[in-house]
């Protein structure tokens, strides 16, 4: 058996160390080719008919534009859009304090953590047809189950986040004279952020997750709903610009919160 | 200032113990622990680890209450944390959100120190540790030695009258913890404070102190006191010294060669 040895290895060793600039545009670039490469598989597989009823890059653009003139695209992005942000706003106004108060205090943590570990293994979606027979098909229920989607995820970050706090933080602070109420709201709440965002951008994506499956149920408008309409008449490229809708709107919103995340816990040592 | 505990005695601990419940038996980490520090006074001690001496100023601080026997300030027993005690931990404790001014004016906000005044404190405890420069940055864009600069401008800002350390320098290179040491003896005779001083780094007890307290471990206790007759300001030439060679070697022994400790439970 031969040893392989990387021959280029003490010449890559040698060579000048490339710019932060040149490395930074590296991965751009590469996510760039990755998706024209896609793209060309998808027309590719397409035109050959590889695969049954799959579309054409060419024609679930033709389509979009259809949508995007006669204002499908926008009644059903803005349907979603409004699902998912009073949802999310719900679960994570709610999960924010109540995360807090179980890291907090050990009694609230003993009363309402039976309750998130019981319902966290639960996922949102089985609880449809619950939320239907409780709520109707309204708005109402699918903003519930939204809610309870980002609720879910958000809670256990941000209470986890009370609890990571370093002690020696919380120690310094008293011993500079800080109250129980100044290094929560000093210390703990600070310290916690990180990690509430992460809970954030996770709730976002099973928001997301959560309103595809909700306008299933008796939606009039709304890119899931329309995905499930269109797949009785088998209109392919139909369900292919929702989802791809669906995969750029959350993709930016994510992006959104990231931005935010950087903003907010720049400060965050990195190793 | 005179009290029931004698003459001028600024922290007293007196018959102080303190067992942690543990599965089975007590931990038992400190056992009778009887010691006096004067106003301005520098003492450190030091210890094998286990010994205790980490819960020895933690009951100081107030963080931690003894099980048995008393702490006193002041002639006062206490009873919690308060700005008359600064602490320097060796995990630094800075805020990491603030900068390097915030975290020092951190203690002055808590005393509702007005902004005028509190800017100013903050410059001048910032000055006296050489941070200047850097009054605006993230504490994660310091250097280990910077960042305990700064953890040591935040405790003299409040302007406590003792200061607690607890193995400040433990984490740093060898270099830099003898150029903090030098800072730390040269802020401390521009303004005296009653510093108490943790370590488990014998030259360094030696070298700061006018005292070394020797402790043992299983149970913590003092095993021996060591008066260190050496003058302030302390120098490279003393720290290379024959009389500070003694001194070392004597502190020295007593740290590692002690009475073979009880055997563990």
Redesign the interface.
Known sequence: MAVIVPPEKTAVAQAPRRTARRSRRRPLVLNVLALVTGLLLWAVVAALGLVENLPTPLAVARKAGGMLTDGTLATDTLASLRRVFLGYALGVVLAVPVGFLMGWYVTVRALIEPYVQFFRTIPPLALIPLTVVLLGIGEVPKIAVIGLASFMACVVASFQGVIDV?R??I????????SDR?IFA??VV??A?PFILVGMRIGLGASWATVVAAELIGAQEGLGYRMQKASTWFEMDTIFVSLITIGVLGLLMDRLLLLAERRL?????RR | MTNGTGMNNKISFQGVAKTFPMKGTDFTALDGVSLDIADQEFVTVVGPSGCGKSTLMSMAAGLEAPTAGRVLVDGRPVTGPGPDRGVIFQQYALFPWLTVRQNVEFGLKLASVPAEERHRRADRAIALVGLDEFADALPKTLSGGMKQRCAIARAYAVDPQVLLMDEPFGALDALTRVQLQDQLLATWSREKRTVLFITHDVDEAVYLASRVVVMAARPGRVHRIIDVDLPYPRTEDIRLSAEFRQIRNEVWTSVYHQQPAAPAA
Not at chain 1, 171 to 178: I, K, S, T
């Open positions: 370093d020696t933080l120690n310094a602070a008293r011993v500079l004279g800080a100044i000093k210390v600070p310290a952020t816990t720049g400060w965050q040592e």
